[in-house]
């Protein structure tokens, strides 16, 4: 029985940093791997830090093959979608996705992770996010209610026992960059049909249209996922941290795909108000498998 990574399921947490890492030579690459898995949070009863480490798909098959999913990528190609669309590749080799109840234990937290792999790599992208208003995004959209809840979480984003890599996760962390003032110049009911839900409860729309988000990610259509999105940013910058786990990476792919218009052709009209800035899948593996590398 594995045990998977506590941070996946940590909700309700308001203080959020994603640190990714790129190795500085690629022949030390379990080195970092072994140092990365000895970081702890602090021993505190009070305010403590929940972290998750995911690893570039393929650089954890190397570190680890007996406890590597064979057939999981990393986000190695930009998708070109319809009308000049596009979703950047920005893979790096591994991230520490940090959050607890308040940013100074993060902050903390996050600096002493970057001094512990000095040497082995570099922080290569930074984010920090925090929610807002309660549940929702920055669009002013609930987010989440179409979520497994917690009972039900675990089966939909890990890997089963008896497979390699059991008890671990698949995750796609992309950065969205809001379009805010050409957002905010619809009509509430025009962005309603953007999202497919209304906005003040999130009712899903009886009639909703083909290009509308929920509809593009449809999880009777894709397979289930388990989303820990936040805003992030700045007041002039600023937009969603799509965190989505799953036990399999085709419902994440192919969820993008359909944003992007390559399965049907229609592309998601909440795309048109809102764009990736990066792009990565990592591979999150089980408590168990983490503890071997130390
Ligand atoms: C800026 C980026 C995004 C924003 C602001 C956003 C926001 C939302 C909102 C407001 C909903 C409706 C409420 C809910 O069920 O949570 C939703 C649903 C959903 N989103 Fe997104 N989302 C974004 C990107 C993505 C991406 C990249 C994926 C997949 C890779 C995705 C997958 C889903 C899924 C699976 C649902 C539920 C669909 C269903 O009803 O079955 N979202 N999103």
């Known amino acids: 029985m594995y045990t998977p990574q506590a941070g996946i399921f940590a909700l309700g947490t308001s203080s959020h940093a994603y640190l990714e890492f790129d190795i500085l030579d690629a022949k030390k690459s379990k080195e970092f791997a072994s140092t990365i898995s000895s970081i702890h949070e602090p021993r505190t009863t009070t305010g403590g830090v929940n972290f998750v480490i995911g690893f570039r798909p393929e650089l954890w098959r190397d570190i680890a093959p007996n406890h590597a999913p064979p057939d ?3 986000f190695n190609n930009a998708i070109r979608g319809a009308e000049g669309f596009d979703m950047p590749a920005t893979q790096h080799d591994a991230l520490v996705w940090l959050s607890g109840s308040a940013y100074d234990v993060i902050f903390d937290m996050a600096r002493s992770v970057v001094h512990d792999v000095a040497g082995q790599a570099s922080l290569t992208e930074e984010t920090s996010s925090w929610p807002y208003r309660h549940d929702r995004d920055l669009t002013g959209f609930i987010d989440g209610s179409e979520n497994p809840t917690l009972l039900d979480a675990p089966d939909v984003a890990l890997l089963p026992e008896g497979v390699p890599g059991a008890g671990g996760s698949v995750l796609l962390l992309q950065k969205w960059k809001h379009k805010t003032t050409e957002w905010e110049a619809l009509p509430a009911d025009h962005q309603e049909g953007i999202m ?6 999130s009712i899903e729309l009886e009639n909703k249209p083909p290009d509308s988000h929920v509809a593009r990610t449809d999880q009777d259509e ?3 996922i388990f989303r820990r999105n936040m805003p992030y940013g700045t007041v002039d910058n600023h937009g969603t941290m799509f965190v989505g786990f799953s036990a399999d990476q085709k419902r994440l792919s192919r969820m993008l795909d359909s ?11 909440l795309t048109r108000y809102t764009q990736p800035l990066t792009g990565s899948y990592y591979f999150v593996p089980s408590v168990e498998s983490l503890r071997r590398l130390r």
């Open 222 to 224: 894709f397979g289930e």
């Open 72 to 74: 999981v990528e990393g």
């Open 259 to 269: 944003m992007a218009g390559l399965i049907t052709g229609t592309r998601d009209a």
């Open 196 to 201: 497919g839900r209304t906005k003040l409860d």
